[in-house]
């Protein structure tokens, strides 16, 4: 069971806006330590996709977004694209035994 | 540009002991935390632990019992994990952690080993 609780899955029709939530507790996001994002398409290795809760590496496009309130962070993707079909990973910092360094469980974005 | 390259036995007995190796190149490690990640077959990321350009060590506290990374100066470090069973089976990352934030930015391709006699 994984510190960070993310859905298992979810879905969208191209040109749609989805979510992913990323939800913590006191030892981790909601201490404000910051969250992180990545992309792991079929086969290859993750890709970092947001750093520090809102930020993007250079060549990721302005439709991947996040944010962060309380205890939850959510990363959102707009005008979805079929090539945004792969798992998702948040990320954090936690103080208590279970860390420093903690992973959601991932969720697989669908694009019907 | 920075790359990351796993490389070791892809198969180890049960018992015995998970040794890879990762060689970094097009860039520094200098203040970096040189990490291990792994990923059982149809499974989430786990991290395993890293190491810092000085030497210092973070394990997961899940693994810490088996786990030894260490820093070759030349831009090569490794990871040792004993008495593995087949729960040890994955795909193991090496990735570059950046400082006080703790982001993975780059990755290896990723090396799968698999615990089996």
């Known amino acids: 069971q994984s510190v960070l609780t993310q859905p298992p899955s979810v879905s969208g029709a191209p040109g749609q806006r989805v979510t992913i939530s990323c939800t913590g507790s006191?030892?981790?996001?909601?201490?404000?330590?910051?969250v992180h994002w990545y992309q792991q398409l079929p086969g290859t290795a993750p890709k970092l996709l947001l750093y520090g809760d809102i930020n993007r590496p250079s060549g990721v496009p302005d439709r991947f977004s996040g944010s962060k309130s309380g205890t939850s962070a959510s990363l959102a993707v707009t005008g979805l694209r079929a090539e945004d079909e792969a798992h998702y990973y948040c990320?954090?910092?936690?103080?208590?035994?279970?860390?420093?360094?903690?992973f959601g469980g991932g969720t697989k974005l669908t694009v019907l | 540009q920075v790359q990351l390259q796993e490389s070791g036995s892809g198969l180890v007995k049960p018992s015995e002991t998970l040794s890879l190796t990762c060689t970094v190149s097009?860039?520094?490690?200098?203040?970096?935390?040189l990490t291990w990640i792994r990923q059982p077959p149809g499974k989430g990321l786990e991290w395993i632990g890293f190491i810092s350009s000085s030497g210092s060590t973070i394990y997961n506290p899940s693994l810490n019992s088996r786990v030894t990374i260490s820093l070759d100066r030349s831009k090569h470090f490794s990871l040792n994990l004993t008495s593995v069973t087949a729960a040890d089976t994955a795909v193991y990352y090496c990735a570059r952690g950046v400082p006080d934030r703790f982001e993975f930015d780059y990755w290896g391709q990723g090396t799968l080993v698999t615990v089996s006699s």
């Open positions: 990320q954090s910092y936690d103080s208590s035994l279970s860390g420093p360094v903690v």
């Open positions: 097009g860039g520094s490690i200098r203040s970096y935390f």
């Open positions: 006191s030892s981790n996001i909601g201490a404000g330590y910051l």
